[in-house]
């Protein structure tokens, strides 16, 4: 930024000139003497003095300047200063003591950040001693030994002239054997902030405080209702814990008059962990998370500290605006996600701090912008960007710092935060020392800024976006003493954005071959935002087939915002590993809704059926979904009359459905038939299946053989059935015989049994006609299955002949064989093959022959 006495043609008010040029002539007094001093040394000295010279920058003693208070004094304060002095030589140091300098007022900003480059002593610049009692003395100090230091002087010693920033030392002075003379051996440089009254005109300061963390929360959820999350490891619990960074920023920031810069996806996550959550192993199993109390009370105490305070909620999970304009705008619907974190990014911030904060504001890395950076930003409805005055340069004749605000076209304003003041803790600040130096460097430039100008001025102040607990604690520690200092006051950032803007600041924004090379290195690829866009297209395919969609949604919703994070910078490998573990368990839960495996089938007839198998292992219902059975041969079989036939699937959670499809075969063979579901849009969803279809066509060859076979049984039936009747006769014969057989001339009861049993035989016959009588023959049995011969020799024995009804006596037929064989062909009976024929053989019934299938070319009897 522009400033005094940094640019050519440019110069302090005439008041301060006044006040510059008796310093500067009291401040060349001990000059001056350093020069006569060198010029009168003897010859024999001189390379001493060179040595001397060298030895205050070659690091024999290194100084720390551990602490220094009060940081900002005033009239009547006793300054205390401590700290280390180590002997980093070969050589012990001999007399040494270590002193305090007052070197001059520093007019510029330029000139504060001179100093603090300086590692070496300059005689007369750096201000004499100043002496007395307030040293501290060490009669040796060996090699490689530490000594701590505290010296207390009262500020009214240090002779400080008006008000301003002067350059004060620490340096520690004595000989070595090499070098037997006085000299300084180390020396540390910090500043001295002096405004021991109420400024006229007090700069309006923003300081931002960011709650911002890395990506801690996967896409993972549980089963159940509430949904329960999965965290990439247990980091975020370290961090709010006591003593942790994000617990150390929120008990910091409390007490301060700051602007709360807070990224919703850090509220989401620890509001996750109030609850149930898992967290993933190295092994990729998970564990349960123990934490609930820590996040509890991390959300409660945030709550308290942000209630009636500025709070400004960033895109969902900070997304990275410069990779996004850089290397994401090519890839269809990257500006998408970025609308998408910036909507629910308010409502995320409002659900768990019940505070309304401002979402107008983007913030790119570093604050470095190009017309890419700011077209993208202002994309998803921010008409702010706080951007950084070491990329938005002041190249007009400012004398001073102008507002943060200024116009750069297009509605948008740029809030140019300074950047000398937004990188003072940027470095490491676990030493004391360090920290110590980079809270009077802030100072200093705080108040050599505000004694710029009479005009005043709205200041914006961006650190890093993710400050250690070192460096956390430096911020607060300056800010402390910026806060209850004479010089500034604060001011929320919504106040700044809308402070005039100066008429000589630029709004010409850097060109995008201007953006750091050091920051677009370690930019997120292309090839991230394809991936993500990836994942957009599946997640997009799978939420319409789903009932509950906001079960997928929202949680795939907001892993795709982290995948396009700011922390990814410099991670390229983890954000990798990210972005496919969010996929692959997309792939896997949506793989959950699939087609069944079939193995061939066999089709036999022109028509038939065939079942697919829709199975559903999710926990919610799906519907919206199309499955299509295609045949790849519709000449030989067709699906539903055509070559492929469709039919709606919906299955509820944890089920199956069995989808029916009618088909019609043409010809025989196998046919290969692809099943794949679709949703109601036509995309592919999911795996298809295949299976063969054998295609076996009923011929005139087993029509015939079928034919044949329903025939037999037809006439085993009708043979069954003569059978019986024959059967029927034979008894009806025999019972005739036997009537004649016992007939009696004279007895009146034999021929009344004569007729009873004719009646019975006609009742016998149901009415048919009579039979012709038969005498059986030598050798063959009656129907009962004894030989009529036996029963000849009973009418023998007893004496009795045959006698007619009419008492004569009965003649033998003539041909019996002719009786027999006529009864045979009214019968309708055949001799067995296998069976030598007798005149007076009875057919055999069917039960006496073979019940055994009849085996292959055997002839069928009909």
């Known amino acids: 930024m522009a400033e005094a006495a940094d640019f050519q043609g440019s110069s302090p008010s005439p008041a301060r000139r006044r006040l510059r040029r008796a310093g500067a002539l009291i401040a060349g007094a001990p000059l001056l003497a350093g020069l006569l001093q060198l010029s009168a040394a003897p010859s024999a000295h001189a390379g001493g003095q060179d040595s001397a010279r060298a030895a205050s920058g070659s690091g024999t003693v290194s100084v720390s300047l551990d602490a220094l208070t009060p940081s900002v004094p005033s009239d009547g304060d006793t300054l205390t200063v401590s700290g280390t002095v180590t002997n980093n030589g070969k050589q012990a140091v001999t007399g040494a003591h270590v002193g305090l300098r007052v070197g001059p007022e520093l007019d510029t ?284 340069r002041e190249t007009g004749s400012l004398t001073y710092t102008p507002n943060a605000a200024r116009p750069i076209g297009g509605g948008t304003t740029a809030v140019v935060a300074d950047a000398r003041l937004s990188t003072a803790f940027e470095g490491d600040m676990t030493r004391a020392g360090d920290a110590t130096l980079a809270v009077q460097r802030f100072l200093a430039q705080s108040l050599e800024l505000d004694q710029q100008t009479d005009k005043q001025r709205s200041i914006v102040v961006a650190p890093q976006r993710m400050p250690s607990a070192s460096q956390a604690q430096a911020m607060a520690q300056a800010l402390t003493a910026l806060q209850g200092g004479t010089w500034s006051q604060p001011q929320p950032l919504a106040a700044a954005a809308k402070a005039g803007p100066d008429p000589a600041a630029t709004t010409r924004v850097p060109s995008r071959a201007d953006y750091p090379s050091s920051l677009r290195k370690r930019e997120l690829r292309r090839s991230a935002f394809a991936s993500i866009a990836r994942t957009q297209h599946k997640v997009d395919n799978f939420k319409v087939v789903l009932t509950d969609e906001s079960r997928v949604v929202t949680p795939f919703g907001r892993a795709m915002n982290r995948e396009m994070s700011a922390s990814w910078r410099g991670r390229a490998g983890e954000a990798r590993d990210f972005r496919d573990g969010v996929e692959a368990y997309l792939d896997d839960i949506s793989e959950q809704v699939k087609l069944i495996d079939k193995s061939e089938t066999k089709l036999s007839g022109r028509s038939a059926t065939i079942p697919v198998t829709v199975q559903n292992n999710l926990v919610q219902g799906v519907h919206h979904l199309v499955l299509r059975l295609t045949s790849t041969n519709p000449t030989r079989l067709k699906i539903g009359g055509k070559a492929y036939d469709e039919q709606p699937v919906a299955v509820a959670g944890g089920h199956s459905q069995s989808v029916k499809f009618t088909t019609s075969a043409n010809a025989n063979g196998p046919v290969t038939v692809i099943a794949q579901l679709y949703t109601q849009d036509g995309q592919k969803y999911g795996d298809r299946i295949t299976f063969d279809v054998k295609v076996t066509e009923i011929t005139a060859t087993v029509m015939l053989i079928i034919g044949g076979g329903v025939l037999l049984l037809v006439l085993a039936g009708f043979r069954m059935y003569t059978q019986r009747r024959r059967a029927a006769a034979r008894e009806e014969a025999e019972a005739a015989q036997a009537e004649q057989g016992d007939d009696r001339p004279a007895g009146r009861d034999g021929a009344q049994r004569d007729g009873a049993g004719q009646d019975g035989a006609d009742q016998h016959n149901g009415g048919e006609q009579d039979v012709p009588d038969q005498q059986s023959g030598p050798g063959t049995a009656d129907a009962t299955g004894e030989p009529a011969d036996a029963g000849a020799a009973r009418g023998a024995t007893d004496g009795t002949e045959d006698v007619s009804a009419d008492g004569k006596r009965l003649e033998e037929p003539e041909n019996l064989q002719g009786s027999s064989d006529r009864l045979k062909k009214k019968s309708g009976t055949r001799h067995r093959a296998d069976a030598p024929e007798q005149p007076s053989d009875p057919t055999p019934d069917t039960a006496a022959e073979n019940a055994d299938p009849s085996g292959t070319g055997e002839k069928v009897d009909r």
């Open 109 to 392: 900003r330029s000139a504060i950040e001179e100093i603090a480059r300086r590692a070496e002593f300059v005689p007369g610049a750096d201000g004499p001693e100043v002496g007395g009692k307030y040293v501290q003395k060490f009669s040796r100090l060996g090699p490689g030994v530490a000594e701590h230091f505290s010296i207390s002087v009262p500020v009214d010693k240090l002779n400080l002239g008006s008000d301003g920033v002067y350059e004060f030392s620490v340096s520690l002075s004595g000989q070595t054997s090499a070098r037997p003379w006085e000299q300084v051996l180390g020396i540390q440089h910090t500043f001295l902030p002096w405004q021991p009254d109420e400024a006229g005109t007090k700069t309006k300061t923003t300081y931002l405080w960011p709650l911002v963390s890395t990506v801690h929360m996967t896409a993972e959820t549980g089963a159940g209702e509430q949904q329960t999350r999965y965290f990439l490891n247990d980091d975020l619990a370290k961090d709010i814990a006591p003593g942790g960074r994000l617990a150390q920023m929120l008990s910091l920031g409390k007490e301060l008059d700051v602007t709360w810069v807070i990224d919703p996806d850090l509220l989401a996550s620890v509001d996750a962990m109030t609850r149930n959550y898992r967290i993933r192993t190295a092994g990729g199993d998970s564990v349960a998370g123990t934490h609930q109390a820590v996040a509890k009370q991390w959300l409660a105490e945030l709550q308290q500290a942000v209630a009636g305070k500025e709070v400004v909620a960033l895109p969902f999970a900070d997304p990275d605006l410069a990779s996004l304009a850089h290397n994401g705008t090519s890839v269809t619907g990257s500006l998408s996600q970025l609308k998408d974190a910036t909507d629910v990014a308010a409502g995320t911030v409002e659900t768990v701090l019940h505070v309304k904060p401002s979402t107008d504001f983007a913030w790119p890395v570093d604050g470095a912008v190009d017309p890419s950076i700011v077209k993208v930003a202002t994309s998803a409805g921010a008409d702010k960007v706080i951007a950084r005055s070491d990329s938005l």
